[in-house]
């Protein structure tokens, strides 16, 4: 029983996975993010950003929380904001699926949409927008989940220890995607000092992250694109390269495929983050032995993508139901 809804940020279980990993050695698990009360692992970061602000003073009575993103660190912040009474003002770019700003107003916050396809350093870019937000508005405070450093130690704090004492301490190998790298980062060293664990980034392909050039791909919500005319181009701070031992790289057809067979063979239907990430697991631990546990991270749901990565006429005219090579129906117009 929880006494309040932000209880029920954290805690999730580990769930193995049966058909998928057929004619693997290791157990693999999937660390349920999306059982978080907000629907993802992002909870976790925007609960404890809010708490560490508060802590230090920089958020408090009639404080307003305000940020850049447009996916779940939005609705964490937004439902953490409302239950402890603070305004919220998530900006995103109006390139947003429509539910998502959708889902971000109905926990309360004010959306304020920007264009999407700005450079880094565009003034209106998502990210300097929120910062100039946060500096005019009275009690404003900016959440900065690429460089709050509460961002991961959420995960040192609960991520880690959660997969420590669910495994045994048996876990020997830890694999998440990267989007500001919290998850990794945090987790990662934590799980580090517990035990020889071996930490795996996964990455799409294209992206910039794990040494793509930064073109652009489809799974939402992970790694990095760069516009074509950005200059500068910070490496996010929460993005610790020295904690991964290596970061895998998979295309988008393999995480397609992957949503799919999670979906259909594992009742698990996630997110194309998720299916990134198991695809990268799958892969490291085709190298691993039977005493080898390899835990992943499956950030959010699959509900949200439903006319995406699980609809087959999306599949289609993008090309992920063909075999590779194929032509076939690419060009059936609809
Ligand atoms: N998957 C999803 C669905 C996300 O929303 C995010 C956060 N952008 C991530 C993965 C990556 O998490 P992190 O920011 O901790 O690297």
């Not at 390139?95 to 700003?101: F, S």
Request: charged content about 20%; some cysteine.
């Amino acid at each position: 029983m929880h006494e309040s809804v932000l209880d029920a940020i954290g805690a999730t279980p580990l769930i193995r996975l049966r058909r998928v990993t057929e004619g693997l050695a290791p157990r693999v698990y999937v660390k349920a993010e999306w059982q978080n009360a907000g629907g993802s692992v992002k909870d976790r970061a925007a609960l404890a950003m809010v708490r560490a602000a508060e802590r230090s003073g920089a958020l408090g009575p009639g404080g307003v929380i305000v940020e850049g993103t447009s996916g779940n660190t939005g609705i964490g912040l937004a439902l953490v904001g409302g239950v402890l009474g603070y305004r919220t003002i998530i900006v995103v770019p109006d390139t947003t699926a429509a539910e998502k700003v959708a889902a971000l107003r109905a926990y309360g916050a004010e959306v304020v949409l920007t264009p999407g396809g700005l450079t880094r350093e565009d003034p209106r870019h998502v990210t300097n927008l929120a910062a100039r937000i946060a500096d005019g508005t009275p009690g404003g405070w900016l959440a900065d989940q690429y460089g709050n450093p509460a961002n991961p130690q959420a995960h040192r704090d609960t991520t880690a220890p959660e997969i420590w004492e669910q495994t045994g301490g048996a876990v020997t190998c830890f694999v998440a995607a990267i989007g500001t790298g919290g998850t990794l980062s945090g987790t990662g060293a934590a799980l580090k000092e517990r035990g020889p664990v071996r930490v795996v980034g996964v990455d799409p392909l294209t992206s910039a992250y794990g040494g793509g050039d930064g073109s652009p791909y489809y799974v939402e919500a992970i790694g990095h694109y760069r516009h074509p005319d950005t200059v500068d181009d910070p490496w996010p701070a929460n993005w610790d390269r020295a904690v991964a031992d290596e970061v895998v790289r998979v295309d988008d057809r393999t995480t397609m495929a992957t949503a799919r067979r999670l979906a259909r063979e594992e009742g698990l239907l996630l997110g194309g983050s998720s299916a990134t990430a198991v695809a990268g697991a799958l892969r490291v631990a085709a190298d691993l032995g039977p005493d080898d546990v390899v835990v992943v991270v499956a950030p959010d749901s699959g509900r949200a993508y439903l006319s995406k990565y699980h609809d087959d006429g999306w599949l289609r005219r993008l090309g992920f139901l063909e075999e590779p090579g194929s032509v076939g129906e690419l060009d059936v117009a609809d």
